[in-house]
């Protein structure tokens, strides 16, 4: 396609001149003969989740002698090693510490919102995912500036050096109250530790901005990645540095495959080597965990690593097993990286990257997310650093290479752990071989005894409402708590990502369709231990968990959202939860009222995204608001 065959909405074309740049423009329009392929595989999903529903079956391991779609290699051959992956580029040999946000504020000047990067490349973290996806707000330009910024960092530009020095005096003063001494000496020099990483979009996701000619919304992951590599490779290179993408919610090889080849393509278009551009891979979906090696072997040259997350995946694992009316997920509280089905997920993923490729090299498995922030009371800070120490701790122990923290503060807090042991990663340590068992593969979804409650109902509707409401705001990652903890400062705020409302509507959706038995009593409810929980008691808990959040102060939750995003993103739960065909994505019924706050819309909106649904698996994932001129 050329130039003229991509649409930009309104007049963002010259608004932001300098991130649709014509390089930028070309590339997307070269790279948007994927568009069709990427709507087609989305389908295939969303074919396959209605299939094991209809039949009641279980993901399972791929056949060894078949080849991993849209490659030549054999699923057996990728699982032998025999394939030809990355060399560790030196900036990312030591990733003990990476950090993780967004580049952008919402409806703020870019002197403002370019503090976020800021803080971010002076945090001391080894490496920062600037977020494009789960933590960035989508409302407005966000995706855009958050490019307009990174760029601006990137380059050094003298707004983003007045936002750094403004941000390094802010972090020093924090730091000399907290530590009793400054954690930034030069910050200029500081500037370059970090190693700059871009979460694009996953396939699921339409871009807000873009069509092409034939009036498709072009997928999100070729216009994320084409406007970071096309705009910055260039000062990237030049300074030494890796091009790096974190890729989000991939579910298959095959879907790696076509990530692949849209990296090779961009590659080829801007005159780079194969392999220039590396990736690591957000294992955060359970159909993934089955298919680890065909993953590696389907990106070759661009992958370097794996990161376990959290949320996301007890969110697909409930996802997949919708159908089986034996499925419970206790209290999410419950569902730790040592509980069952985690556990067993994050030893696979081990076992992955220390399996060698043809060359002998090894790929870095990075830890999951630290929430904490240290902000509460002093015995509350305390409590929750020890637990967040310890959580580094055992990562690092179980053979992570490092781990995420979720706010700059956290940085100097947890990276000592992995300095103390002085290595700058953990490439090849030895562990078993995967193995492909029926056993294997039903330990992937092993439940363990853990408690239901009333109490963990509370938590996971009034966070989860919370998460939709932020998203309407144009915060993606904010710092929440359960709306009875308000202004109990020995309970600390976590910072999390809209991760955290998907999975929590998630297990919601099993308690109430599959009569989830609560394993305690409960005196306000009269809810006794054994009591299914049913519509009714969610009803009820939905109604009390929304007025909290109505008479919460401004901190807790913003008033002007009480009358307008908030009363959306509770019918949006109400919606989700109640409904018997559960929906894909939490997200989707998010993504359609964005910059929205007329609640009578909402519910026409989400009627249409409901019914199209049910109807054939149609997901409405286009910006519902896009116009031109």
Known sequence: MSNNDVIIRDNLMSTYSDVFTPEALHAISELSYLNKTIKRIMSERIKRRADRIANKKKIAFLEPEQLIPGTRIKVRDARDGKFTGSEIPKDLQRQWIQGTGPGAKPNAPVEKSIRNVAYALLSGADGWMFDGEDALGQITTMSLDNQR???LAIRKDPVFMNAAQQVAADMNRWAKDFF????????????????KIFRARGLHLDDRHVRASDGDAVAASIVDTCLYVTNNCKELQSSGASIVLYLPKIQTAGEAAVWNEMLTALEQLLGLKEG????????????ATYQLMEIRAALGRHFVGFNTGRWDY???VSDAMTWNKDFINPNIEEITMTYGYMRIYEDRVRRAVNTPDLNGNFALWQGGMEPNIPVGSAEGVKTSMEKALA?????????????????WKMVHIVRP???EKRENNQLGRKFPPLTYTHNDADDLLML???DRTVRGARNLLSVAIQYGNAFGQGLQAAALKPADFFGNDDILYLMEDMATGEIRLSVLWEWVHKGAVMTDDDRKTGVKKGDPFTVKLFKRLLDEEYHKLLDADSRDVHDESKTTTLPIAREIARVYV??????????DLLNINLNNQDLQLAKKRISMYMDAFKKDGTRITENLDFKTG
Not at 391 to 405: D, F, I, N, P, T
Not at 578 to 587: G, R, T, V
Request: no cysteine; aromatic share 10%.
């Open 417 to 419: 752990v992995w300095e």
């Open 180 to 195: 009793g001494r400054e954690i930034i000496s030069d910050w200029r020099q500081q500037l370059d530790f970090t190693t």
């Open 578 to 587: 109640l409904s018997e065909i559960k929906p894909p994505w939490f997200i």
């Open 314 to 316: 007890i969110n697909s």
């Open 276 to 287: 220039t551009i590396k990736t690591y891979v957000l294992v955060e979906q359970l159909e």
């Open 149 to 151: 910024n990174l760029s």
């Open 391 to 407: 959580g580094a701790r055992r990562e690092q122990k179980e053979g992570a290479s490092g781990k995420w923290v979720a706010h």
């Open 448 to 450: 363990e005894p853990a």
